[in-house]
């Protein structure tokens, strides 16, 4: 089993519609993360979690919300999808303040 | 604001080194990262360099910084078609959300037969 599991792997919305994206993660580390990859442009953070108590936005936070459900899981909510939110949406985890980071293997989701 | 840039393409014959290039911004990163990235999947750590180094070889892999110039590259000696993928330059840094990495574009490597 992979030790940063992401669900599902590929998921196509309406414009409108209310979707969450999974991570759960066995390696144990308190420090989660939500990225987006949009071509040309890298990863760019959306929300973190240093533990279950602790949520932070990143730089994109607009239009997603998050949910600590425990330490092994983190999931990432679009409220109301729109077609700008299309994009390959990463998990990753760390247990150092400087990485690394684990990635899971992504969720592309395309809003039509 | 925090900047890694690279270039998005590069291209080599196999059996050729190939040289990726990064440059980032802030002089207080600890940690500097190479991250591959193959079709479909996520982002693996290929190899990392503590900013108090010049140089780390790994196998095949060759990580050198010029913290002077804020300039990383990775050398892939002896390239083959296996390592036909998008490589990713990351500074570990903190910033105003606390604590990030940074991710350069990515650069999208080819390997010609």
């Known amino acids: 089993d992979a030790d940063v599991t992401q669900t599902p792997r590929n998921r196509i919305t309406k414009t409108g519609k209310r979707i969450m994206l999974e991570c759960s993660q066995t390696?144990?580390?308190?420090?989660m993360y939500w990225y987006r990859q949009d071509p040309g442009l890298g990863l760019r953070l959306i929300y973190y979690s240093f533990d279950v108590k602790d949520i932070n936005k990143g730089e994109i936070s607009d239009g997603y919300s998050v949910s600590r459900q425990a330490q092994a899981k983190f999931s990432l909510s679009l409220e109301s999808a729109i077609p700008n939110q299309t994009a390959l949406y990463f998990c990753a985890t760390s247990d150092l303040p400087r990485g690394p980071y684990t990635f899971g293997s992504g969720t592309r989701l395309t809003v039509v | 604001g925090e900047d890694v840039e690279q270039s998005l393409f590069l291209s080599v014959r196999e059996g050729d080194s190939s040289v990726i290039n990064c440059t980032y911004t802030?002089?207080?990163?600890?940690?500097l990262y190479w991250y591959k990235q193959e079709p479909g999947a996520g982002l693996q750590l290929l190899t990392y360099?503590?900013?108090?180094?010049d140089m780390k070889q790994d196998q095949r892999l060759t990580v050198l910084l010029n913290k002077k110039d804020k300039h990383l590259s990775l050398r892939i000696a002896d390239t083959q078609t296996g390592d036909s993928a998008i490589y990713f330059c990351?500074?570990?840094?903190?910033?105003?959300?606390?604590?990030?990495?940074?991710f350069g574009p990515g650069t999208r490597l080819s390997v010609l037969p």
């Open positions: 360099i503590f900013s108090n180094m």
């Open positions: 990351a500074e570990s840094l903190v910033d105003n959300y606390g604590q990030n990495f940074v």
């Open positions: 390696k144990g580390h308190d420090r």
């Open positions: 802030d002089s207080s990163s600890t940690y």
